[in-house]
């Protein structure tokens, strides 16, 4: 009994972090008065993201799992696209 509220307990927490990332995209925006994707978005995505497909994995829930890491191939396509761009915007100095 004790496992399955430690597992409740993961998930929740995987989806406070994965909650958060919408909540500092509405912030972001707010202040810039327009529509922005902070890099921090993509990290609570990737973060809410694997403590998820971990809790996903643990229920054994098949369309869980193949939404939670399909997601985590488009938030680590999103990072590496942005370090790229950063790497060279650098080197062109």
């Known amino acids: 009994?004790?496992?399955?509220?430690?597992?409740?307990?993961?998930?929740?927490?995987?989806?406070?972090?994965?909650?958060?990332?919408?909540?500092?995209?509405?912030?972001?925006?707010?202040?810039?008065?327009?529509?922005?994707i902070p890099v921090a978005f993509w990290f609570f995505s990737v973060g809410g993201g694997v403590v998820l497909l971990a809790y996903a994995i643990h229920r054994m829930d098949p369309v869980f799992i193949a939404g939670q890491a399909g997601g985590l191939v488009v938030y680590g396509r999103n990072l590496w696209l942005i370090y790229r761009e950063k790497s060279a915007l650098a080197n062109d100095r």
Do not use: D
Request: no cysteine.
């Open 1 to 36: 009994m004790q496992e399955s509220y430690l597992w409740i307990a993961i998930g929740f927490i995987g989806q406070a972090i994965f909650t958060m990332r919408f909540v500092l995209q509405w912030v972001a925006s707010e202040r810039a008065k327009r529509s922005l």
